[in-house]
């Protein structure tokens, strides 16, 4: 969400989507310490903010937890697709894959009652923190890719998953031969027994694990705490807004200080080119340890690619091109939304993108007990929302596991931006190095140009969601 812009209203938005947007902006300066005077003003201060940090939350998940509730129509006529899955609704196999699928998703949302966020009083991210969500969405989908077996799926997904599309409710018989079996009663599914039995324990503790890294603990690698206090070097802190491109510095900053992935990289393209030489480089970077004097690649690869989809409103020239792109295994995802309200794009089903929304506030999860309870980091509601409403700025990740599949991901990217060729692309690969170093990349803040009617123009960016320069 925006706070430059939470008083004002796109004049796109339609009355019945008042209930989808959060316009309360909890300012950082009003529970900065460093701006509150010693004493009992400076508590009673403090203690406003908490009170507003509390309504801002509550009033986050009155709002969110209604529309949540709302059921989302589906077509069964026309394909869902998914990050690289299609799903046809009318068969009942591909219903249950696609509802096993969408709630394996790692669903990150506001979060009341964490420890105090370094340099000031908040112990909440709601009103402010969406779009570090949705990057935290983005990252641990790269994670699933990068740690669990092709087409992993949540193991307790089914049990949680209830009828929540507009689409009559058939039961699997239990002999479907998938290996599941659903009974009535207490016991609620039972599962035969196989040598797969093992590995889904294991792939279940990862899942965990991964989990884990995401909370709201300042131990955490990607948890608010952390990237809250990687984006001071940009200029952030906490209660700011946080544009796509900023965050995916940060998620860059993020996996390059964990010490739990190794053998992971991020790159964030530069002015809307992934430079692949650079890309290689990441690959061919050894391991703490490894061995040396060879050029067999050790690291796997999330590239994030900041882009701006037009002026104030999406080019629909753009839609079937992002289209292409979720349908592509490679794709991780979108940290996008509509004006002042981050989503993350997922999929599509005809003209309607697929989200996760992480508007919804809920109370902080012990990670550090053991067994700590996961339901609350899974969404069992798809929601859809017309691309004519997607703001142009946004972030697409992809993930390579090797060089080999890098050069595949480049060919199946360029086969789908193929589509907005023919008047400009969304962006590009070039061979070569870029002219600065990776590390030292940080967001531009000049003016974006955009080119429309062969001309160039300046584009008013006050109601976007970023700041990032197009080409």
């Not at 949705?134 to 790269?142: E, F, K, N, R, W």
């Not at 997922?346 to 339901?375: A, S």
């Amino acid at each position: 969400m925006n706070p430059s812009s939470s008083s004002g209203r796109c004049d796109s938005q339609s009355p019945e989507d008042d209930h989808m947007d959060d316009w309360l902006y909890l300012s950082s300066d009003s529970v900065d310490p460093r701006g509150l005077e010693v004493g009992r003003d400076g508590r009673e201060s403090e203690d406003r903010g908490k009170l507003k940090s509390k309504l801002v939350s509550a009033w986050n998940s009155v709002k969110y937890g209604w529309s949540l509730k709302q059921k989302s129509h589906f077509n069964k006529s026309s394909p869902v697709t998914m990050l690289g899955h299609s799903y046809l609704l009318s068969l009942q196999l591909d219903r249950e894959h696609f509802r096993r699928s969408f709630t394996s998703l790692l669903w990150l949302t506001y979060r009341r009652g964490f420890t105090k966020l370094g340099g000031c009083s908040l112990t909440t991210d709601s009103g402010w923190g969406c779009v570090l969500r949705t990057g935290q969405m983005l990252l641990a989908q790269g994670l699933f890719l990068h740690l669990m077996p092709p087409d992993w799926t949540w193991s307790s997904s089914l049990p949680l998953v209830k009828d929540d599309m507009d689409l009559p409710e058939n039961r699997p018989p239990a002999d479907a031969g998938s290996g599941w079996s659903f009974v009535e009663g207490p016991k609620k599914r039972g599962r035969k027994l196989s040598l797969g039995s093992c590995l889904d324990r294991r792939m279940d503790f990862t899942h965990r694990r991964v989990v884990s890294w995401f909370g709201d603990h300042p131990s955490t690698p990607f948890g608010v705490h952390q990237l809250v206090e990687l984006g001071k070097s940009s200029g952030k802190k906490a209660g700011d807004w946080y544009g796509p491109s900023i965050v995916a510095h940060i998620l860059r900053k993020a996996v390059a200080a964990s010490v739990e992935l190794p053998n992971l990289a991020v790159y964030v393209a530069q002015d809307c080119t992934v430079y692949k030489e650079d890309v290689k480089r990441l690959f061919e970077r050894p391991l703490p340890g490894g061995p040396t004097g060879t050029s067999q690649p050790w690291k796997s690869v999330i590239i994030l690619v900041p882009v701006r989809l037009g002026g104030q409103d999406l080019n629909p020239t753009y839609i079937s091109c992002v289209k292409k792109l979720l349908a592509l295994k490679c794709c991780i995802g979108i940290i996008g939304g509509k004006p002042k309200h981050s989503l993350f794009f997922v999929g599509f089903q005809d003209d309607h993108l697929l989200y996760l929304d992480p508007h919804y506030c809920q109370p902080t999860v012990d990670i550090t007990r053991e067994n700590f309870p996961l339901e609350s980091f899974h969404c069992k509601y798809p929601r859809k929302m017309a691309f004519t409403r997607m703001d142009p700025s946004c972030t697409i990740g992809f993930y390579a596991k090797g060089e080999k599949d890098f050069e595949a991901l480049c060919s199946d990217v360029n086969a789908a931006l193929s589509t907005s060729a023919e008047k400009y692309p969304m962006f590009i690969f070039a061979e070569g190095h870029s002219q600065e170093e990776e590390g030292n990349c940080t967001p531009s803040n000049n003016i974006t140009r955009i080119l429309r009617n062969n001309t160039l123009k300046r584009s008013d960016t006050n109601n976007s969601m970023d700041e990032f320069v197009l080409l």
